[in-house]
């Protein structure tokens, strides 16, 4: 769920950011802002996200308040992306399925390299 969010969260900004605040529809923003803030950051949600207590506190206060914004969710991509960097990719790292995979890599360059000796020759 984590890289899945902060997917979202960058085609939310691709889709928003590039227009001046008098160029979009609020209504529309905060629209799709509810939707992502249903998807990751409610208690009922399935794809529920490990954020800080205050960053979820925040949100709800500005959803609460329509103060939405095309950043709203940039402190939440923050913390997850640290999350990602530093617990996530270390372990996804360490796992047999990318270390199979490594291997698999490295055996199919060692091919290759083979093969293409071989032409030359």
Known sequence: ENIVFWRAVENFKQKWAHMRENEYDKERLASTAKILYSQFLTGSCLMEL???????DNLKKSFESGEISVYIFDPAQK???????????????KSRLCLRFVKAIKKRQVEKAAEEKKRRN
Request: charged share 25%; aromatic share 14%.
């Open 79 to 93: 913390e997850i992306y640290n999350l990602m960097k530093n617990d996530s990719f270390p372990r996804f790292k």
């Open 50 to 56: 490990n954020i800080s207590s205050t960053i979820r």
